[in-house]
């Protein structure tokens, strides 16, 4: 049996879509078809214009169609005074929160794809002006456009896919995992995502490691050293495998020299602090590593700081490396 | 006469409607609608400047580090930043890695899957058009092969972006200082090599000849010796099937282009030159950025005192969902008052390449010289990543550090993919206080201003034959044709 998946963009930049055909993989056609996933209608990949997205999205409602997985890209712009005018599907003259209220009511399953979907995202930045919030959360409140009680048809809650934008493999992960019958509720963490992603941490393979170890900080961007102290990383406290799954071949964005900003996470637009500077009290990081009791943390920082080696001391200072490890004559014990 | 509303239209970026007034089965007048709001401007209010570096990449997914860049460019002319030569060859590098992946989209996955259409089965090159170019989604099982092909070149391409800025798209990596990613000695090698695999794509596949060869291309005869060298190429069978399909005359725009200049370089020019291309005059013009206005006469957005057109450092975004007379969340940008087409055509036309001056001449600035251009600037654009990848010096700083200051104002222009990209902000007590954005299909898809001229889609759609008007569900693959010959970015466009 084959997953019929209706992909629909709404209040978002359609980044997720764009990040989707960058998948790791010699033939992308290939690899939803031969994994069981059929696109009814993808906006940046169907032949099919115009009519046929009304005609299929009633044929779905009507039951014509089977729809296995209802993707929404973009958040759900439910202004101005709750009209859903910030977001008229064109062709349709109705509102696109609108049409994913009814969808979701057939779907068997129903993916936010993208942080913008999963809980507003950036799209709820600022003063929030189109009062956009996710499928079934607003920042980390449950509720949303289609409410805490809400269940897809299959039994799941809304499958947050959050990460602004998505990785591609979380999304063809998710599908394939959806085609083979192969995701439960289980397999969800506490906030709705896939657990094989959001049980990592961001932090998890960061080439920074040696220099977090020493706390041997980056003081500039460009910098070789750990950003969290000073150039407000969330790392070790965002859900993601970023360093393990790594992006576009083999880039992340710690990799390349700035701050996680924790974009799977719900709220993540609204740190309250500049992203790119670490909010500290009494010189201390107020977001501290996940489960990491901060009197430990203190301590630990302050003796592996006494006990930095001048080369983690010096590289973390430095844009490329200017002191490599001590090469050893004798076998390594 | 009857009235159509196409839409949504798919293989563009974002969602797009489009009214048409048919009479005689001819489009007499077009109305074009960019139906989704978010309010960016708004919501970069109040917030750190440098925090726009996070934000308005995530305007849009397919010109993400054009965003970047204008941003940057904006906040270094506040700040009096400048960047390394080893930061502006990586930003030069990440916005032509970009720029030649958006060309390769528009043109295999958006722009020629429409040429596989049932109306076309009767053409001699349908077959051909089928097994290249068949959509990824819904086409024959089997087919699309180039399509496929050109996907997986593209997603290896884009390890460029992994290397240089962590992820595409939105990258963090741009600043306005430079970039924050140095590249040691061995990651060059491999990113040469990433593009002598990008190159070797296009050689073989899209234009059958050295990238060089089409560069080098400088008039009609030229195009037409260069084809009977490279008949099997994607290029050769897109001139066949335009020559066929008559998209030389297909689209016509307004004859004004207008380029911010791509490529900054350390002494302030560009590597495509900055300015104004009159068709009319036949004359480059020098660009008056203080001529720059948008009107908001049919957008539901509030208008300034008087209606007047507002300079983007005076502008407003502020929704009026039930505003009379408004039919678009998108303002109508003009330079001194004038419709402008902006884009790949644009930034050719004002560098003086000779073959799309030559095009341009002979038919206008139209879907088959809209197309033209783009193929013409991958070829132009990979030679000169390699010289950038070359000019990078190891061990030399990539980014240098610059305070924002509590109060400015900066201007930042650059060139996507789709065309002139502007950013404006004022910075007050440390803190954004405006920022505006003018994108490229803000211009090419704009509505009618004050005085009722329509924009450049709207006016290029006038004539377009309708193939089977009923009621309003009218199908003419002439409108797909213009709509996507300007690659449009709707998510850009009303941000």
């Known amino acids: 049996m084959t997953l019929n998946v209706l992909w629909l963009q709404a209040g978002g930049c359609g980044g997720c879509s764009l990040s989707l055909l960058g998948a790791d993989t010699v033939d992308f056609a290939a690899l939803l078809h031969d994994n069981g996933i059929h696109m009814l209608w993808h906006p940046a990949l169907s032949l099919a214009g115009e009519q046929e997205l009304p005609d299929l999205m009633q044929a779905c409602l009507d039951g014509r169609v089977r729809l296995d997985a209802l993707c929404i890209e973009g958040a759900m712009l439910r202004g101005p005074r709750g009209s859903g005018r910030f977001h008229l599907l064109s062709g349709t003259d109705a509102p696109m929160i609108e049409w994913v209220r009814k969808l979701s009511g057939v779907a068997e399953h129903v993916l936010a794809v993208g942080s913008c979907a999963a809980w507003g995202g950036i799209s709820a930045s600022g003063s929030n002006p189109t009062d956009a919030c996710g499928l079934q959360y607003e920042d980390e409140h449950k509720g949303g456009l289609l409410g805490a009680d809400f269940c897809a048809r299959g039994g799941l809650p809304v499958i947050n896919v959050a990460g602004c934008p998505t990785h591609p493999g979380w999304v063809t992960d998710t599908l394939m995992a959806l085609a083979a019958g192969l995701l439960a509720q289980d397999d969800l963490d506490p906030l709705g995502r896939p657990r094989f992603y959001a049980d990592e941490l961001v932090h998890h393979g960061c080439t920074r490691n040696e220099y977090y170890e020493y706390k041997a900080s980056a003081a500039k961007p460009s910098d070789l050293g750990c950003t969290m102290e000073n150039m407000g990383c969330k790392g070790t406290q965002a859900h993601a495998d970023c360093n393990t799954r790594l992006w576009n071949g083999y880039g992340s964005c710690t990799r390349a020299g700035y701050a996680c900003i924790s974009c799977t996470e719900p709220g993540f637009q609204r740190p309250g602090h500049p992203f790119h500077l670490t909010p500290k009290l009494a010189g201390i990081p107020t977001g501290l590593p996940i489960d990491m009791p901060k009197a430990w943390f203190v301590a630990l920082a302050s003796l592996s700081k006494s006990a930095t080696p001048k080369r983690v001391k010096k590289n973390s200072h430095s844009d490329h490396l200017a002191v490599p490890p001590v090469s050893r004559k004798t076998g390594l014990r | ?495």
């Open chain 2, 1 to 495: 006469m009857s009235r159509l509303v196409l839409g949504p239209f798919n293989r563009v970026e974002g969602d797009l409607e489009v009214q048409l007034e048919v009479q005689d089965g001819r489009v007499v007048e077009a109305r074009v609608n960019a139906p989704m709001f978010r309010g960016f401007e708004i919501m970069l209010a109040g917030r750190d400047p440098i925090d726009a570096l996070t934000i308005v990449p995530r305007i849009c997914g397919i010109c993400s580090v054009s965003q970047s860049v204008a941003s940057a460019k904006a906040l270094a002319d506040a700040s009096g930043a400048v960047m390394p030569a080893n930061g502006l060859h990586a930003t030069n590098l990440m916005l032509a890695c970009e720029n030649l992946a958006d060309h390769l989209t528009h043109f295999y996955v958006f722009f020629m899957p429409d040429f596989t259409r049932e109306v076309y089965a009767a053409r001699g090159w349908f077959g051909e058009a089928q097994r290249r170019f068949a959509p990824l989604v819904g086409g024959a099982s089997g087919a699309g092969l180039h399509n496929r092909a050109a996907l997986a070149a593209r997603a290896r391409w884009l390890e460029l972006m992994g290397a240089l800025g962590g992820k595409w798209p939105h990258t963090g990596a741009i600043l306005p200082g430079g970039t924050s990613r140095a590249i040691e000695t061995i990651e060059r090698v491999r990113l040469l090599s990433s593009l002598r695999e990008m190159r070797a794509f296009l050689e073989l596949t899209l234009f059958g000849t050295a990238l060089e060869e089409v560069a080098a291309l400088d008039s009609v005869s030229a195009l037409q010796r260069w084809q009977s060298r490279a008949p099997g190429s994607d290029m050769a069978l897109f001139l066949d099937i335009a020559s066929d399909a008559g998209l030389a005359s297909l689209g016509g725009g307004p004859g004004r282009y207008l380029s911010y200049g791509a490529y900054a370089q350390g002494d302030g020019a560009h590597v495509l030159g900055r300015g104004v291309w009159d068709a009319h005059l036949q004359q480059r013009l020098a660009l008056d950025p203080s001529r720059i206005s948008e009107d908001m006469r049919h957008a539901w957005l509030s208008e300034g005192e008087g209606g007047l057109p507002l300079h983007p450092m005076a502008g407003l975004t502020q929704p009026e969902p039930d505003k009379a007379g408004a039919y678009t969340w998108n303002k109508a940008p003009r330079l001194a008052g004038q419709v402008m087409e902006t884009g790949a055509i644009a930034r050719q036309l004002v560098d003086g390449q000779p073959l799309i001056h030559a095009l341009a001449l002979a038919h206008g600035g139209t879907v088959y010289t809209r197309v033209l251009a783009r193929l013409m600037e991958i070829a132009r654009i990979l030679p000169l990543m390699e010289q950038w990848l070359m000019a990078l010096q190891v061990r030399e700083p990539y980014h240098q550090v610059q305070a924002m200051p509590a109060q400015a104002q900066g201007i930042g222009l650059s060139e996507a993919a789709r065309g002139a990209l502007g950013h404006w902000l004022k910075i007050e007590d440390g803190r954004i206080a405006h920022y505006q954005i003018v994108a490229p299909t803000s211009w090419n898809f704009s509505p009618r201003d004050g005085a009722g001229t329509p924009g450049a889609l709207e006016a290029a759609l006038v004539g377009a034959v309708v193939d089977s008007a009923s009621g309003e569900r009218g199908q003419s693959v002439a409108v797909q044709h213009i709509v996507r010959s300007f690659d449009p970015c709707m998510v850009c466009t009303v941000h």
